[in-house]
């Protein structure tokens, strides 16, 4: 599933489209079209229009064009082809398949090649102007006092708050077990009782585990990841993982030493 190493990693596949002129739009699927846009609206949009940035903001992939801003949005299952290449193969939880039938939109550039958005569940979304204002702040470049101004104030569970993408975008669901099984933070704690030292600590392991994981490939390969199954124990201290659904996600968590 697709978290913000893996968008960055679209990023920066997408930026072989910039300088590139759209020749042609393909909008095939009315669901995949939000903010009360249609097929029309965005061929008539784009068509023409040359790309010229691209930039992230949690999730939110973004394409600034000559026109107005592309947004593209990949739920779960969906994936960025440009000329045909792949930035990720395939992702976790989502299927080995690579079928072209599970494109939602595409981009046809001047001289030949493409952008397109393969999603199998269709989750996804594109945007024209994304209101990225609308996001909390990036996970990634947030600093220590931002990410306690995030925490203070709330008494839902910590895990669910950092996966609010309201008050802090790009964070899912492997990447905040990974980081609080790091932290030692039980994920059920209410945010708003984390104390400063604590936040310190949930700071520096979050910049320090979505650095790892960037080099290491993506959101799956954190160190808790081959355990996170019924019979998962943890890789500190070889106690059982506890299973539960905090913020409604499956969340694994270590009894033992996550307080």
């Given at each position: 599933m697709p978290e913000i190493l893996e968008i960055e990693?679209?990023?920066?596949?997408?930026?072989?489209?910039?300088?590139r002129t759209i020749a042609g739009v393909s909008a095939p699927d009315a669901w995949f079209l939000k903010g009360g846009i249609d097929a029309g609206a965005v061929i008539d949009a784009f068509t023409g229009t040359t790309i010229e940035t691209t930039r992230r903001r949690g999730k939110l992939l973004m394409l600034d064009t000559s026109g107005p801003v592309l947004g593209l949005r990949f739920g779960m299952t969906g994936r960025l082809l440009v000329d045909g290449e792949a930035a990720i193969d395939s992702l976790e939880y989502s299927s080995d398949r690579n079928d072209p039938a599970w494109d939602r939109f595409g981009l046809d550039f001047v001289g030949g090649g493409g952008l397109v958005l393969r999603d199998p569940r269709r989750l996804g979304g594109v945007e024209i102007n994304p209101d990225d204002e609308a996001l909390g702040p990036d996970a990634w470049s947030i600093g220590a006092a931002g990410l306690r101004d995030v925490l203070a104030g709330s008494k839902a569970p910590l895990k669910a708050r950092l996966m609010d993408q309201k008050r802090l975008a790009g964070l899912g669901n492997l990447l905040t077990d990974e980081i609080l099984w790091r932290s030692a933070l039980d994920?059920?704690?209410?945010?708003?009782?984390?104390?400063?030292?604590?936040?310190?600590?949930?700071?520096?392991?979050?910049?320090?585990?979505?650095?790892?994981?960037?080099?290491?490939?993506?959101s799956h390969q954190g160190d808790l990841q081959d355990q996170r199954s019924r019979d998962g124990v943890c890789p500190r201290d070889g106690a059982p993982l506890e299973r539960r659904k905090v913020g409604g996600r499956t969340t694994y968590s270590c009894p033992q030493h996550q307080l």
């Open positions: 990693t679209y990023r920066r596949l997408a930026e072989l489209a910039v300088g994920p059920v704690r209410p945010a708003n009782e984390v104390d400063a030292t604590e936040v310190k600590r949930l700071h520096r392991t979050m910049r320090r585990v979505l650095d790892q994981l960037d080099e290491r490939g993506g």
